[in-house]
Nanobody
Framework: QVQLVESGGGLVQSGGSLRLSCAAS????????KAWYRQAPGNERELVAS???????NYADSVKGRFTISGDNDKNTVTLQMNSLKPEDTAVYYC??????????WGQGTQVTVSS
């Protein structure tokens, strides 16, 4: 059974940092493209950052220079380091993975709240 479990969310002041982690079981992340999405109340879910199996990364313009996505194949985890957080970063953050056959899996989400 595939499971993606996010952790590391919480409440932080504007300008602070959080580190989100997504632990996978039932699959090997080295064979999957990995991404973090977020969804704020009333908004659509949006892509925040992604990393391919080859290590290429992509970021939403709103987080470039502040967020860093990385994968650890040995630990079977994917991490999102978030620095210089802003109130507009407040959302539920989801881990998502996709393989070459376009099979997708999602985590349950972790709440990030940034106070002004």
């Amino acid at each position: 059974q595939v499971q993606l479990v996010e952790s590391g969310g919480g409440l932080v002041q504007s300008g602070g940092s959080l580190r989100l982690s997504c632990a996978a079981s039932g699959l090997r992340l080295r064979f999957y493209d990995k991404a973090w999405y977020r969804q704020a109340p009333g908004n659509e879910r949006e892509l925040v950052a992604s990393i391919t199996t080859g290590g290429s990364t992509n970021y939403a313009d709103s987080v470039k220079g502040r967020f860093t996505i990385s994968g650890d194949n040995d630990k079977n985890t994917v991490t999102l380091q978030m620095n210089s957080l802003k109130p507009e970063d407040t959302a539920v953050y989801y881990c998502q993975v996709t393989n070459i056959w376009s099979s997708q899996y999602w985590g349950q989400g972790t709440q990030v709240t940034v106070s002004s």
